[in-house]
């Protein structure tokens, strides 16, 4: 392992983060003056002490020699998430957004990291228990976040830092989600350059729609990164349902879900090949379980259950509620227009099961992958096949390619972790106090980057209660999730250290 080649990398990326708190200082700046704002000493803070740490490092290391390979590419990769989210929480902690029942300042920067670190994982959860009463630049702050740690804030460095150009192919395969990454050129910055483009331009798009709708610039921005990142912070306390508009939840739900397919895709089709979305197998089976799940719902809640009377009285309404919730447990955003936790089981049980499906590969959105899925429904298949046909040779083809053994072995691998680690967890936050649904539901939630679960931490709730070991279980779950888990593991492996 390089170590100076790691801190110096690390360096060059807090430098740049850095420069990202420009905006909402300048957000800051405005709202000082024009409402009387009193955040804006915390990002003047925050911005030198971020700058100041990751000159310092760059200028220190900047002779070292070397180049990215993998193991520097995965440590870059994991310790540059988790001291991203450490530096982002510096502007709440210097506003005094959070304070701990005990006082204590360890608990109060727990607070912080644990609303930081989700807001660069497109988590969502958040511990905020009154957000209309914070200043303007700290929730347009928690906003951005989603949007830089969406496409990846790692993968931008590589589009716009020439410095990372050496060993850019490994800091990109470490930060992308899903199985296999997407190459749009030979050049991994050109790549990276492409997909941060495609993930600008449809945010714009999204922006100008919701200010058609009626929301303002400050809620139509802080929204729309939201929206793409699939991360799900609001500027409201009732989330979305706050507008109570029927084309801020159509404009939402359709931009929801394009954030939850492969960012390829879009790219492919605004260069005019719009066939590519069907072509893709990964893509139709997404559409397939969004359909079928919206249709289950709408019928379960517009039906009586034991003489209970229906949860919607209109199609339109139970069109409205269920694909909105659909789109933003799918794809992992989180966002809410109504509080699932009134709705029938079978709607409640479908909600929990999509937490673990999550978006596709490349795309904004966390959880396992529906390509994971594909991959696994198609093995169980062969392995049937094998009993009745044993001597039969048998090959696993996606979009009319070969999918290697190696592949189908990672994703297996990847499977058993995720149970593995997600019930180790639920056992800890259950130790702590958390009944079974709130503890199973927060660990699912963390791990797939949703935001609401079930209980105590449903749509309507938040995270303030959990014990401060619980928020940091919870965070080290959230970074696992967004990076897919062997981008943290393999930093515990003793080999990843050796020279």
Not at 36 to 62: C, E, H, K, S
Not at 99 to 120: K, M, N, T, V
Not at 247 to 274: C, E
Not at 373 to 389: A, D, H, S, W
């Amino acid at each position: 392992m390089n170590v100076r080649l790691l801190f110096y990398t690390l360096g060059n990326l807090w430098s740049f983060l850095s420069v990202a708190m420009l905006a909402p200082l300048g957000v800051s700046l405005y709202f000082t003056y024009a409402t009387g704002d009193t955040d804006l000493a915390a990002f003047v803070i925050a911005f030198p002490v971020t700058l100041g740490v990751g000159l310092t490092l760059r200028f220190a290391l900047m002779r070292a020699r070397g180049e990215l390979r993998n193991r520097e590419g995965f440590a870059v990769v994991a310790l540059g998430w988790a001291t991203i989210a450490l530096f982002g929480a510096l502007p709440y902690y210097f506003h005094g957004v959070f304070e701990a029942p005990d006082r204590s300042e360890l608990h109060e920067f727990i607070f912080c990291y644990f609303e930081s670190i989700s807001g660069f994982t497109t988590t969502g959860a958040t511990v905020l228990t009154e957000i209309e009463s914070l200043p303007h630049g700290i929730l347009f702050w928690r906003s951005f976040t989603h949007w830089l740690g969406g496409m990846g804030i790692v993968v931008l460095a590589v589009a716009i830092l020439p410095l990372l150009g050496v060993g850019g192919m490994q800091l990109y395969r470490a930060e992308a989600p899903g199985p296999q990454t997407d190459r749009l050129t030979p050049r991994i910055a050109v790549t990276a350059k492409l997909m941060w483009g495609v993930y600008i331009l449809v945010s714009l798009v999204e922006f100008v729609l919701l200010l058609f709708g009626g929301m303002d610039l400050f809620d139509s921005a802080c929204h729309t990164f939201g929206t793409m990142a699939t991360g799900g912070f609001a500027t409201k306390n009732a989330s979305i349902g706050h507008y109570d508009s029927v084309y801020i939840d159509t404009v939402i739900t359709v931009f929801m879900f394009l954030s939850g397919a492969n960012f390829a895709l879009h790219y492919k089709a605004l260069r005019g090949d719009i066939k590519a979305y069907w072509r893709n197998a990964e893509f139709r089976f997404y559409c397939v379980v969004f359909l079928v799940s919206v249709s289950l719902i709408m019928w379960n809640t517009m039906v009586r259950v034991d003489g209970a009377p229906a949860v919607y009285d209109s199609f339109g309404d139970s069109l409205r509620f269920a694909s909105f919730q659909v789109a933003s447990i799918i794809t992992t955003t989180g966002y809410a227009t109504a509080d699932f936790e009134v709705w029938p089981p079978l709607s409640q049980f479908l909600l929990v099961t999509l937490m673990f499906f999550g978006g596709c590969a490349g795309s904004t959105g966390g959880g396992i992958k529906h390509i994971r899925f594909l991959v696994l429904i198609k093995q169980g298949y062969m392995e049937v096949k094998r009993l009745i046909l044993p001597r039969a040779i048998q090959t696993m083809r996606i979009d009319d390619a070969v999918v290697p053994p190696e592949i189908v072995r990672n994703i297996l691998g990847f499977f058993f972790m995720f149970i593995a680690i997600m019930g180790v967890a639920t056992c800890a936050m259950t130790a702590l106090g958390m009944d079974i649904v709130s503890a199973t539901t927060a660990v699912i939630s963390a791990m797939g980057n949703i935001g609401p679960g079930l209980g105590t931490v449903g749509p309507t709730n938040n995270y303030a209660h959990v014990p401060a070991l619980g928020k940091v279980i919870l965070s080290l779950c959230m970074m696992l999730g967004r990076l897919e888990l062997y981008t943290v593991l393999i930093l515990f492996a003793p080999q990843t250290w050796k020279k």
